[in-house]
């Protein structure tokens, strides 16, 4: 509702602990406040399937994501799987589960952690687990687009299937930047990028790469096509530096 009670606020929250003020123009999000955390979760949840009939090549792939933000903290996790195979020949697969947490202390700045598990064929990675934690800061907020960058330090711990019981463990720093576009009706874009120059390592550097982009069909249903890259500049044991991958599904939101 209008009201011009203080100068400048021109909206007003009604609540049973009083009424209060703000200006429309810092308004980004208006979101009902529900009784359970569960209840205050969104997120969405994808499938694809491919098949050629020529060399019997098949692909599937499925993803999904879970947020959480509320006046003091936000949560955001994501998980996703693609595996391709050809008849007579090699399956590969690449699964990939983060998590990105934080607390806000100012409107625009957060203190944040990062967790980032990664299992890849094609990298002969069997898991690389990455745990850190910095500082974020909101250098664009509005109500249709988002842009965060972040920088912290982390720790990772990397396990490769052609040299069974040898791990490498390094620290890192780590430079990101996640940036949102949204029309609420028609469609969403969601980019991130993530740089992780070694500490303990150097000169190696990783760069991650998650691009997607989904348009409204029908009700909560949507289509999805997303960019997935891992790049690694000096990966331990002569493996393969890069894999990326794209791919095309049909969506759910709640």
């Given at each position: 509702r209008a009201k011009s009670s203080l100068e400048g606020a021109d909206f007003v929250i009604h609540a049973d602990s009083g009424d209060r003020f703000?200006?429309?123009?810092?308004?980004?999000?208006?979101?009902p406040q529900k009784r359970s955390?569960?209840?205050?979760?969104?997120?969405?949840?994808?499938?694809?399937?491919?098949?050629?009939?020529?060399?019997?090549?098949?692909?599937f792939n499925f993803g999904t994501t879970a947020n959480y933000l509320s006046t003091k903290y936000f949560g955001s996790t994501s998980f996703t799987s693609n595996v391709s195979?050809?008849?007579?020949?090699?399956?590969?697969?690449?699964a990939e589960a983060q998590m990105l947490d934080g607390v806000f202390i100012t409107r625009n700045s957060?203190?944040?952690?990062?967790?980032?598990?990664?299992?890849?064929?094609?990298?002969?990675?069997?898991?690389?687990?990455?745990?850190?934690?910095?500082?974020?800061?909101?250098?664009?907020?509005?109500?249709?687009?988002?842009?965060?960058?972040?920088?912290?330090?982390?720790?990772?711990?990397?396990?490769?299937?052609?040299?069974?019981?040898?791990?490498?463990?390094?620290?890192?720093?780590?430079?990101?930047?996640?940036?949102?576009?949204f029309h609420f009706d028609r469609y969403s874009l969601h980019a991130q990028t993530l740089f992780y120059p070694g500490l303990t390592d150097a000169p190696r550097f990783r760069l991650t790469t998650n691009l997607g982009f989904s348009v409204k069909i029908?009700?909560?249903?949507?289509?999805?096509?997303?960019?997935?890259?891992?790049?690694?500049?000096?990966?331990?044991f002569n493996t393969k530096r890069n894999e990326f991958g794209i791919s095309n599904s049909l969506g759910w939101t709640f």
């Open positions: 703000a200006a429309s123009s810092d308004i980004i999000e208006i979101h955390f569960w209840s205050q979760v969104t997120g969405d949840v994808d499938l694809g399937y491919s098949f050629t009939s020529g060399n019997k090549q098949t692909s195979g050809q008849s007579g020949g090699n399956q590969t697969n690449l957060i203190v944040i952690g990062l967790a980032d598990l990664l299992h890849s064929s094609q990298q002969d990675i069997k898991l690389r687990a990455t745990f850190g934690g910095g500082y974020g800061h909101y250098f664009i907020h509005s109500n249709h687009q988002n842009l965060l960058w972040t920088s912290g330090v982390a720790y990772t711990n990397e396990e490769f299937e052609s040299t069974e019981g040898t791990t490498a463990q390094s620290a890192e720093a780590f430079l990101g930047a996640q940036y949102q576009l029908a009700g909560r249903f949507h289509t999805k096509i997303q960019f997935l890259d891992n790049f690694d500049s000096h990966p331990p």
